[in-house]
């Protein structure tokens, strides 16, 4: 379905991240990879479609076991996620993936930790996030 919407409107950011998350789901991150890349070349991506998109290809990364690529888009990320405004629009929902990673038989539990505390600083309040960004950010280093 999502594919055919693709199809219809080939700029529909939201739908292309929807599918790559359903692509990571399903296991095919090499596919929501390609996705995921394109989807974040767009010059007209919404902030909270960003982040999110940038949430998953971190996840994916780590679940394809490219620890180096994953942590240069965990600092990407989190270079971004400063430069936001303290008001900034915050649609994404990560129920879906937390959910996932929780429950993934093969991402390390480092991992899996590191990723759901991600999820919640970008659920909360920005400073909150700043925050919760820092100590993720020495954790990666």
Request: net charge positive; charged share 30%; proline share 1%.
């Amino acid at each position: 379905m999502l594919q055919k919407a693709i199809k219809i409107n080939k700029k529909d950011v939201q739908a292309k991240g929807y599918l790559a998350e359903v692509f990571i789901f399903k296991a095919y991150t090499a596919n929501a990879l390609s996705i995921l890349h394109e989807v974040l070349k767009e010059n007209d991506i919404s902030q909270s479609n960003m982040l999110g998109n940038k949430f998953n290809m971190i996840c994916a990364l780590l679940i394809e076991k490219r620890r180096t690529e994953a942590f240069n888009e965990f600092k990407k990320l989190i270079q971004y996620h400063k430069s936001l405004s303290e008001d900034y629009e915050r649609g994404w929902r990560y129920e879906g993936m937390k959910n996932f990673i929780s429950e993934h038989q093969t991402l390390p539990e480092t991992d899996k930790r590191l990723l759901l505390k991600l999820a919640d600083a970008l659920e909360s309040t920005k400073p909150e996030a700043d925050r919760n960004m820092k100590e993720i950010e020495a954790g990666i280093k």
